[in-house]
């Protein structure tokens, strides 16, 4: 009994980190007000090629005119292996890769249909974490410190650090509260923590959804607010900013990953709610869904791997298969695309999108079809799925794993 828990607090850490893998690349070209560079296009796409481990490889940056054919990377520019990105308007921040090998740097680049251009870079405590931003204003922006436990404030203008807001009064156990992706609403900062011990999973006497809510104007905690009433935890994946979103009523909903599904004893995933107007919790609201059949499977969600709200209570989601796990967590393709109904509280698989690792679960919204990054076994790409029709086109092809799509306005 030791040894199995001890084989899934291993591999649940595995998937933790999948994003985080530390390894030193430099392709020596750098974008300059003279050199655009990334193409051209008003697509960005962030890809992976990943060694046979899963735990290595290379990643790209680049934009393209539109979703068709096949990915050429070759324009890509070299980033940090996994590197998360935040994009506000035009702006577009790239995150140091985990660990201290790699550049420790937030680097700034300016979007333009001709290509990307760098213009700025800030130095950050190495294995710090930063890991997104969320803009407040022109002249403000919090990039929390997922290992520090607390929340970097700076002008993403000028890149320069203005101020600091410590969280780790509110830690469980240790000095961090893992600070993840947070949300803006009515002026206030609505901050999830994450609470993870050091095997990089929710503490077993700690299982809730606490969140932050932090005053915009003056940087202050109003207060830290938690739900216990359903066991979920592990609030939004602190590189996926729709792992957090509001719905037409201005109401906060906050998908919880749980253990990632690799707890066999504890399959608990998501979803919290925070009613508009609200500093509290809505109990009533939260969904547990591990239980929940899902529509054209045999399977049941053990974690949500990531989301996108479309509207209508509608969140096309990635939920994670424990049957589907294989010996290497990093290459298991064990994420299902779904669509959930948070108003009937129902879950269907959709069907022609195939199963996809860790690396490919990046999901978007635009022109009325919800695009799932996907890396199967016989293809791999970009898949646009109709929520009318329900019809399912591969619409981009990818020898590597697609790890984020963003649409910027023509």
């Not at 308007?89 to 249909?113: A, M």
């Amino acid at each position: 009994m030791k040894r199995m828990k001890e084989s899934w607090q291993l591999i649940a850490m595995s998937v933790a980190m999948l994003f985080v893998t530390s390894c030193e690349k430099n392709n020596g070209n750098e974008p300059t007000p003279d050199n655009l560079l990334g193409g051209e296009g008003n697509i960005l796409i962030e890809s992976t090629v990943k060694n046979a481990d899963g735990t290595s490889g290379q990643s790209y940056l680049q934009q393209i005119p539109n979703l068709s054919g096949t990915l050429n990377m070759t324009q890509g520019i070299q980033i940090g292996f996994a590197s998360s990105i935040s994009v506000e308007g035009n702006d577009i921040f790239v995150f140091p890769e985990f660990g201290t090998s790699g550049k420790q740097t937030v680097v700034k680049y300016e979007h333009s249909q001709k290509g990307l251009k760098k213009v700025g870079e800030m130095q950050i405590i190495p294995n710090s974490y930063p890991i997104n931003l969320t803009q407040v204003s022109d002249e403000k922006a919090y990039i929390p410190l997922y290992n520090l436990g607390k929340v970097m404030v700076i002008n993403p203008k000028t890149m320069i650090r203005t101020g600091e807001i410590n969280l780790s009064k509110y830690a469980h156990k240790d000095s961090s509260v893992d600070p993840s992706y947070g949300i803006i609403r009515d002026g206030f900062y609505y901050l999830p923590l994450d609470q993870i011990g050091t095997n990089w999973m929710p503490y077993e006497d700690h299982r809730q959804v606490d969140v932050a809510v932090i005053d915009t104007k003056t940087d202050k905690v109003l207060n830290v607010i938690s739900e216990k009433s359903n066991g979920l935890c592990f609030p939004t994946r602190p590189f996926l900013k729709n792992m957090i979103f509001t719905n037409e009523q201005n109401d906060i909903y906050i998908a919880c990953t749980g253990y990632f599904g690799y707890n066999p004893q504890y399959v608990k995933n998501g979803f919290v709610c925070i009613p508009a107007g609200k500093h509290e919790f809505d109990e009533s609201k939260t969904w547990e869904i591990s239980n929940t059949p899902i529509a054209g499977s045999t399977y049941k969600s053990a974690t949500i791997f990531n989301c996108k709200y479309i509207g209508n209570n509608k969140v096309a989601a990635y939920v994670g298969v424990l049957e589907l796990m294989s010996d290497n967590p990093y290459t298991a393709r064990n994420s299902m695309a779904v669509m959930i109904d948070l108003k009937t509280k129902t879950i269907e698989k959709i069907d022609g999108i195939p199963y996809t690792d860790g690396h490919s679960v990046a999901i978007e919204y635009h022109n009325g079809e919800v695009l799932f990054a996907a890396y199967g076994v016989n293809v791999s790409g970009v898949f646009a799925y109709n929520p009318t029709t329900r019809k399912v086109r591969q619409t981009l092809s990818s020898g590597g794993n697609v790890a984020f799509m963003h649409f910027f306005k023509k």
